[in-house]
């Protein structure tokens, strides 16, 4: 299990467990984590599981904590982009990211 904590604009935090395997966005939307929509369900085709990843984290959070070219297209319709974005739906849980903290945008579109 890697504990992940998700925090909001307005500074609370919920910190949940996920399975190796699931996405960062399966993970809170199993835990019912506020202003993760993943309206497309995890296919790469919306942007309203968008995240910030804590700049400790970007290495770690696969692709070389880079978004892939897919991710970046969908970026472009998610709001308040930022270096740190990522979409949670592309983020895989390992191990390794036992600890990951994310922050949710005040909005997703």
């Known amino acids: 299990m890697a ?8 500074g609370t935090s919920q910190t949940v467990e996920a399975q190796p395997g699931v996405t960062v966005m399966e993970a809170a ?3 019912n984590v506020a202003g993760i929509e993943a309206e497309c369900g995890g296919a790469c085709a919306c942007a309203t ?3 910030y ?4 984290w970007t290495a770690k959070a696969g692709k070389a ?3 892939g070219d897919m991710e970046e297209d969908m970026l472009d319709f998610a709001f308040d982009v930022r270096e740190e974005s990522r979409l949670s739906c592309q983020i895989k849980v390992t ?3 036992d600890g990951l903290v994310v922050k ?4 997703q579109f």
Do not use: M, R, Y
């Not at 992940?4 to 604009?9: A, E, K, L, P």
């Not at 990843?53 to 400790?56: E, F, L, R």
């Open 65 to 67: 904590g880079k978004a």
């Open 29 to 31: 939307k199993l835990n």
């Open 95 to 97: 191990a390794e990211l």
């Open 104 to 107: 949710v945008p005040e909005k």
């Open 53 to 56: 990843v804590d700049p400790a």
């Open 49 to 51: 599981c968008h995240v």
């Open 3 to 10: 504990n992940i904590t998700f925090i909001q604009s307005d």
